[in-house]
């Protein structure tokens, strides 16, 4: 009998000969902006002109405090000289690793412009007014789901989270819905930023920016091997 955990031989060369040739673009480091995340900030924008799907998602890494890794996507909700910030609960899985360990990377892939940038620094939580200036754009059930979700918690079933936003939208009404005392944002302020771009024949190119006060600018700027 064949067993059906065996991966299938065919699908595995499927995978092993799907390649896609890098050829749209170039970056070179002597013609980057001089601060990282001004050179993030064209990007971001060219990425959202080519109409990219959520191109402010990153995927995000911690930490734990046993040493274990973990991985998820969450959404860049602001961009200014200091860093970059997204928002979340408190009490969520990430929010306890980064407590522990405020170390962090993020990357977002624009496979559409055959791009990626990779973040890494420390994450710091954000003051409450920036929190709470933030929630008041979000959507009224997005407002309401912030306050239903025990993030990362496990839940009996479905219909408890859903009986639970029931009575939220009974408790709250729209334009009255304060900020969960358990939520709010991280900024994560950047060490080092990676800039790639897909080129021919696997010789991609790679500009790393490093924090570096002996610079100027504050930024060293330099080429890494594909």
């Known amino acids: 009998m064949p067993d059906d955990r065996t991966p299938d031989p065919a699908a595995t060369e499927a995978l092993a000969s799907l390649r896609v040739e890098y050829s749209l673009s170039e970056l070179d480091e002597r013609f980057v902006q001089p601060d990282p995340l001004a050179q993030f900030g064209h990007w971001l924008a060219e990425a959202r002109a080519a109409r990219i799907t959520e191109p402010n998602a990153m995927v995000l890494a ?3 405090p046993e040493g274990l890794p973990s991985t998820r996507t969450v959404l860049l909700k602001a961009l200014d000289a200091t860093g970059l910030t997204f928002f979340t609960n408190y009490e969520s899985r ?3 690793d980064l407590e522990a360990n405020p170390r962090v990377s993020a990357t977002f892939l ?3 412009l055959q791009r990626q940038v990779h973040v890494h620094g420390t994450a710091e ?3 409450f007014t920036d929190s709470e200036a933030y929630f008041q754009t979000r959507p009224y059930l997005s ?3 912030a306050h239903a979700s025990p993030q990362s918690s496990v839940l009996p079933n479905r219909e408890w989270l859903e009986q639970r936003f029931a009575e939220l939208e009974k408790k709250f009404p729209k334009g ?3 900020v969960p005392p358990n939520w709010g944002g991280f900024r994560i302020v950047p060490d080092t930023l990676e800039f790639w771009q897909g080129r021919r024949s696997r010789l991609h190119d790679r500009v790393r920016y490093s924090r570096d006060p002996g610079h100027a600018g504050g930024w060293r700027i330099e080429r890494l091997s594909p």
Do not use: E, I, Y
């Open 62 to 64: 911690t930490v734990s």
């Open 94 to 96: 990430k929010a306890r």
């Open 110 to 112: 624009w496979a559409d």
């Open 125 to 127: 939580k954000t003051a």
């Open 143 to 145: 407002q309401l789901g």
């Open 176 to 178: 009255n819905v304060p």
